[in-house]
């Protein structure tokens, strides 16, 4: 098994927004690979804490994973030399100061005459500094930069806060990346422990019997075993969907184990005989468990579909997984209770319990007597939904899922706070001609544009070879500050020698501009937006973009992995509604297949859209947001509910032929033989699910909250609402001859228990 080490990329790899990013990191490379470090300390620019900032820095850049640094400790500017006309990198301040007055002239200095830094090294807003640390882009997506992080940077920083007392904050995506991924796999083995024990502790309470929870707990272990072993055999990396197969496993093969033990012990109580329990748990729940299997995996296949290389790996291990559960469920349970003794009363008491009994009764009574109120309940649940389905908003927030109690996360929004955002946001620009960019016009209309971002509140001001061509005005009029401006033309001709100079040294504006000089790089960072407000920020900037960068002169694209991110979700809302409407039209072929009757897919689809809209409604009026955690509930939800409608159908279709064609002594057998089950399953789906309410990832919670309150009202949903719709229009649904006979063999006739009795017998 492998853990990612990059972003989940939701986007087709042939979208045109991943062919413009990946454009961009062929000119320029990965621009996640800064880390910064900031502090707010008062007394910084004393002589003991200065000089221990200065050691930070030194420190970390002795690290091989770190290309260089910029801070106030190493921080260089611009000074110009008229003999040579040329401009030479000079050291802003001497590296061994010698009292707090010279710190603080140079802190004076750095603040008011440096502008260039802005934003960079430094914050006006509360005098906060920061050092910048770029790691080597190589290993920006690669292990070995989680291990510098976790391993190196992570102890530094709390050793120096210890040592020094001084407060950092500490951000940047490789960093951000890093303690993200930390958190689920640290998650991964308490989801599963925790679905292990809540599952097993309800199965028992259920069961009372060691054994049968034993026997469940083992099948489910075994599922949990064969899911990482997909995900290594298929060459899958750990992500945040990947990681939460494993408990879903558990949560999804624990009703498995319930449909099947409970048949096996109802027909040990009801006639004894160990092998025909055991061949009848085989033929009749297997078919029926079979087909619900089916439909919750193909509830997961259909991620398969979206085209996203994030998605479709989790809808192939996730469909695998629950095929390979079934499979494991079929096997192993009626081969381990074959060699055992028959159950013995004690181990079914549980089946006549008086308050299971109880819940029963009242079902069948509200079925029975209540019908209208029923109706009443359903259409006033779908109006208050449908309300609510229209304040649903779409979120591609990269750090919205991100756990908000982490340390991690508050120094995010403090460099929002101090520094305008910390995401990358990057445009790129073409000239569409070699040192294109050099040209003064060029770069008046990257001031014009760097201008109008600055304006936006949810960007920072933009770093790029303006701020370089300012730099170098202010270096030639001896770095007076109020020079930190474009040269107009005839200026450009007295510093363009100066600035010729700096081609030959290093080349250390190289991250503004690609070696051709065609491409200039823009680079501002932006808080933590969502879809629809980032989408005003493009509605704002692209019709200033096509009125400065006019359409057949330049070419001009906005990328970034948090725009990437932004776009992705976006397209998963689109793909939504497709990846739904294709579960629903599988699980409808496979009711098609299962009873042959049109009519009878159209009322057992009814008890199951009613819960996804409420789900919908109840994301509208909770406030959570669409995103690609929370949009996985509406195919997991309608996979598994089905599960609950096709066991009471196929129950249902026996009780038809058993009780030749009358309805209604059909409907109220089959509810309350499938009552018991239904209502273990669901419970343990519910708690099962609400296990993912632990996780410290907001998407995480609202994944397993929403599916676990769709899943309970699911369950009331096909035991009510199923059958008063059955019973109401029995005339033009339920009868002989819109229930053709189906494709799953049911034993039904005496000769065929004969036969099964006297080959277990044999």
């Given amino acids: 098994m492998r853990f990612s080490h990059t972003e989940a990329n939701l986007l087709p790899d042939k979208d045109s927004i991943n062919l413009e990013y990946q454009g961009f990191l062929e000119k320029f490379g990965d621009e996640g690979n800064l880390i910064v470090i900031a502090t707010k300390d008062a007394d910084l620019f004393t002589p003991e804490k200065y000089s221990a900032w200065v050691q930070l820095a030194d420190s970390l850049e002795k690290y091989p994973e770190v290309e260089y640094s910029i801070g106030i400790g190493n921080l260089q500017k611009l000074q110009k030399n008229e003999e040579q006309k040329s401009f030479e990198f000079i050291a802003a ?25 802005e934003g960079l090294v430094y914050s006006k807003k509360s005098n906060t500094v920061q050092t910048a640390i770029y790691l080597d882009k190589a290993i ?24 020094h007392n001084i407060k950092l904050y500490v951000s940047g995506m490789p960093y951000i990346r890093t303690l993200n991924s930390k958190n689920i796999v640290d998650e991964i083995q308490w989801f599963v422990i925790a679905a292990l024990l809540v599952t097993s502790f309800i199965f028992f309470f259920f069961f009372r019997s060691y054994r049968a929870t034993l026997i469940s707990m083992l099948t489910v272990v075994i599922g949990v075993m064969w899911a990482f072993g997909f995900l290594g055999w298929f060459g899958y990396e750990i992500t945040v969907l990947t990681a939460i197969i494993p408990p879903l496993i558990i949560v999804i093969g624990i009703p498995n184990c319930i449909f099947l033990i409970n048949k096996y012990q109802q027909e040990i109580k009801k006639h004894g005989n160990q092998a025909k329990s055991l061949q009848r748990v085989i033929t009749k729940i297997g078919n029926a468990t079979l087909m619900t299997n089916l439909t919750t995996a193909s509830g997961f296949a259909t991620f398969i579909f979206t085209q996203s290389e994030l998605l479709t790996e989790f809808g192939v291990v996730a469909s695998v997984c629950i095929l390979s559960i079934f499979l494991l469920s079929l096997l192993i ?23 299971i009994e ?30 609510g389905i229209f304040n649903i908003r779409i979120s591609g927030s990269l750090l919205e899922d991100m756990p908000q109690k982490a340390e991690f996360f508050k120094d995010i929004q403090f460099f929002e706070e101090e520094f305008d955002g910390i995401m990358p946001l990057e445009i790129m620009i073409n000239t569409k001609r070699p040192q294109g960019v050099t040209k003064l016009s060029t770069i008046q209309k990257m001031e014009k544009l760097s201008e109008i971002i600055t304006d936006l509140p949810q960007l920072s001001r933009p770093l790029s070879i303006v701020d370089v061509a300012k730099y170098s005005k202010q270096s030639f009029y001896n770095n007076n500050p109020k020079y930190y401006q474009l040269p107009t033309r005839q200026e450009q001709n007295f510093i363009a020698p100066y600035i010729k100079s700096l081609d030959n040294d290093e080349n250390r504006f190289a991250a503004y501009i690609d070696s051709t000089g065609q491409y200039a790089r823009m680079t501002t960072f932006m808080k933590d937006v969502g879809t629809e407000e980032m989408e005003q920020i493009e509605a704002t900037l692209w ?20 725009l990437i991110f932004q776009k992705g979700t976006r397209y998963l809302v689109k793909n939504l509604i497709i990846s739904l409407g294709l579960a629903i039209l599988l699980i409808a072929i496979f009711m098609a297949w299962m009873f042959r009757s049109f009519r009878m897919i159209l009322i057992s689809l009814i008890p199951n859209l009613l819960p996804l809209l409420m789900t919908a409604g109840m994301m509208g009026w909770l406030g959570i947001p669409i995103k690609p955690s929370t949009i996985l509930v509406f195919s997991i939800a309608f996979g598994i509910s089905v599960d609950d409608t096709i066991h009471f159908l196929a129950k249902y279709r026996q009780e038809l032929k058993a009780n030749h064609w009358k309805i209604k002594k059909s409907v109220y057998p089959a509810l309350r033989e499938t009552a018991v089950s239904m209502f273990y399953t669901s419970i343990v789906l519910f708690f099962g699910f609400s296990v993912f309410m632990i996780s410290s990832f907001g998407g995480t919670v609202a994944l397993g909250g929403l599916v676990s309150a769709t899943l309970l009202f699911a369950m009331l949903a096909n035991l009510l609402l199923l059958p008063s719709l059955l019973l109401s229009l029995e005339r033009s649904i339920a009868n002989k001859k819109t229930l053709k006979e189906p494709q799953m063999k049911i034993i039904d006739s005496e000769e065929d228990e004969q036969n099964i009795s006297e080959q277990g017998g044999k």
């Avoid at 920006?140 to 040592?163: A, G, H, M, T, Y």
């Fill in 93 to 117: 301040y001497p590296e061994n100061p010698e009292n707090e007055e010279d710190l603080l002239a140079y802190q004076k200095q750095l603040f008011e005459e440096l502008p260039f830094y």
């Fill in 140 to 163: 920006v997506n690669e292990k070995e930069r989680k291990d510098f992080v976790l391993q190196d940077l992570v102890p530094f920083i709390e050793s120096f806060q210890e040592q």
């Fill in 333 to 355: 349970i009626p081969i381990i209770y074959s060699y055992m003794p028959a159950p013995k009363d004690k181990h079914l008491r549980h089946l006549g319990k008086q308050w």
């Fill in 358 to 387: 109880g819940f029963v009764d009242w079902m069948e009574a509200k079925v029975r007597f209540n019908r209208v109120s029923i109706y009443f309940v359903s259409v006033g649940v779908l109006a208050i939904s449908i309300i």
């Fill in 543 to 562: 019709p200033q973009i096509n009125k400065i960068f006019p359409d057949g002169q330049f070419e001009v694209s906005i990328t970034g992995k948090a």
